[in-house]
């Protein structure tokens, strides 16, 4: 079972921020959390991942609580290519990622 | 640099066959895996291989099958298809397993009907 849960559902307007949240209370030491997304029957795309800072790409920017208990994925100006499934997933690097069922994000116009 | 690649891209088969797919992972990747995804299960992990060594397999019956060559790039096999096997199949790559924080990078999938 995946140890991340995400809301089903969101929606975020195009050109504003979209603020994807991830619990993961059960989270280890050595455990990062990952974001990948999904585009309608293409293969998932890696986003971003962090094990406590907050970290930045090109993409997007992930920030980690101080307990890492949870994480809040930040697409700073959605556009209607981000529409997608957002997936949370916190893994050693040494075991099979488990998918859960995601967010699935839909930028309105 | 070249990301992962899968082939074929899509696919048509019948009951009782079998099929054969193909991964090809990003140059320097060493470790490659593999996931079923249906509507019904979602994402699930069917095996990874290192070293042309299986090192990781996950809940399938033994119809599944793989294997990686020297060259990194990895195949897996379904007998006996059945009509649940029609399915979307990923191939992940990472340099190698064990390091903490690593990458898998995904292919564009093979897509397969089962008839």
């Known amino acids: 079972d995946a140890k991340t849960t995400q809301p089903p559902s969101m929606d975020c307007a195009e050109g504003r921020a979209a603020n994807l949240p991830c619990n993961h209370s059960?989270?280890?030491?050595?455990?990062?959390v990952y974001w990948y997304r999904q585009i309608h029957s293409q293969g998932p795309q890696y986003i971003i991942h962090?094990?406590?800072n907050n970290e930045t790409n090109e993409m997007a920017s992930l920030i980690i609580t101080e307990d890492r208990k949870s994480s809040t994925l930040i697409l700073p100006h959605a556009t209607l290519r981000d529409t997608a499934v957002y997936y949370c997933i916190v893994n050693s690097g040494n075991t099979p990622l488990v998918f859960g069922k995601g967010t699935r994000l839909s930028v309105i116009a | 640099k070249a990301g992962v690649t899968q082939t074929p891209r899509y696919l048509i088969k019948t009951r009782g066959q079998q099929v054969t797919l193909s991964c090809s992972p990003i140059?320097?990747?060493?470790?490659v895996s593999w996931y079923q995804q249906t509507p019904g299960q979602g994402l699930q992990f069917l095996f990874e291989y290192f070293s042309e060594t299986q090192r990781n397999k996950g809940n399938f019956p033994g119809r599944f099958s793989g294997r990686q060559f020297s060259n990194s790039r990895s195949e897996m096999n379904v007998s006996t298809l059945e009509l649940g096997d029609s399915a979307l199949y990923l191939c992940?790559?990472?340099?190698?397993?064990?390091?903490?924080?690593?990458?898998?990078?995904f292919g564009p999938g093979t897509r397969l009907l089962v008839l």
């Open positions: 992940a790559s990472s340099l190698q397993p064990g390091i903490r924080g690593e990458t898998q990078y």
């Open positions: 059960t989270i280890s030491g050595n455990e990062y």
């Open positions: 962090g094990l406590k």
């Open positions: 140059s320097g990747h060493r470790s």
